[in-house]
């Protein structure tokens, strides 16, 4: 990762994270047609051999409908997994909630994990393994290195 790359996710991770949930697209600044901001759990990520897991978390403006159950959700967690060399990833889990943030009732949770199916580039599944693949090591790493 490039030196201005690492920077700007230093300057995000310091002054956008609440509770752990660290915002990578702002519903109001990121996109203008989007209802919803990401949010990446970082104080989750683990990261076995070539795997990494991380939780994020989607925070609509609007209430959705799930579409296989009816049930009404304003921000849904899900647990994912990539295998940063054969470029997979497989979500683990769901868990829907009524209110944003996560917070409020639980109205859903699917814990079947998915297959594991390529990484398109440009997509959010890309996104999410560069950040557990790449971003979170990088940083780690600088603080482990960096003088006492």
Known sequence: M??????????????YSVAGWLEVIDKDKDMNKIDYSIYYDYETWRKK???TKMWYL??????????TSGVRYLSVKLLYECNCKEEIFRYLSFVYSN?????GETVFVDNT???WVPIVPGTVSA????????????ILEQFANKPK
């Open 58 to 67: 989607i925070d609509h403006m609007t209430e959705q409908n799930l579409l």
């Open 127 to 138: 996104a999410q393994c560069m950040i557990g693949c790449q971003m979170i090591p990088n």
């Open 113 to 115: 994990p998915s297959e």
């Open 49 to 51: 051999d070539e795997t």
């Open 99 to 103: 209110l944003n943030m996560g917070k």
């Open 2 to 15: 490039n030196k201005l790359a690492f920077a700007l996710l230093l300057i995000v991770v310091s002054n």
